[in-house]
Nanobody, 126 residues
Framework: QVQLVESGGGLVQPGGSLRLSCAASGFTLDYYAIGWFRQAPGKEREGISCISSSDGSTVYADSVKGRFTISRDNAKNTVYLQMNSLKPEDTAVYYC???????????????????WGQGTQVTVSS
């Protein structure tokens, strides 16, 4: 049974940092790319990052490039999203998702993902 469980969200001041975790079970990260998405109230779900299974290559949306870093620990079957220099506009529910593919091309398309975590709330506010 495939499961993804996000954790690490919370309330942080602007300029602060958080590290989100996505613990996977029922499959191994060796074969599937993992994407991170976020959804703010009243907005569409936005793909913000992806890490491939083949070579660990990463991609980022322009909105988070240079501030967020995605990584994975295959031994723990966990993917991380390190978020630095957080802004109020980063406030959203953050989701990780298991791609149907090993690569990240087209990562922002939700149709590529069959399994999603329950989400973790990130609020950036003073």
């Amino acid at each position: 049974q495939v499961q993804l469980v996000e954790s690490g969200g919370g309330l942080v001041q602007p300029g602060g940092s958080l590290r989100l975790s996505c613990a996977a079970s029922g499959f191994t990260l060796d074969y599937y790319a993992i994407g991170w998405f976020r959804q703010a109230p009243g907005k569409e779900r936005e793909g913000i990052s992806c890490i491939s299974s083949s070579d660990g290559s990463t991609v980022y949306a322009d909105s988070v490039k240079g501030r967020f870093t995605i990584s994975r620990d295959n031994a723990k079957n966990t993917v991380y999203l390190q978020m630095n220099s957080l802004k109020p506009e980063d406030t959203a529910v953050y989701y990780c998702a298991k791609s149907a593919y090993y690569y990240c091309a087209g990562y922002g398309r939700t149709q590529m993902y069959k399994y999603w975590g329950q989400g973790t709330q990130v609020t950036v506010s003073s």
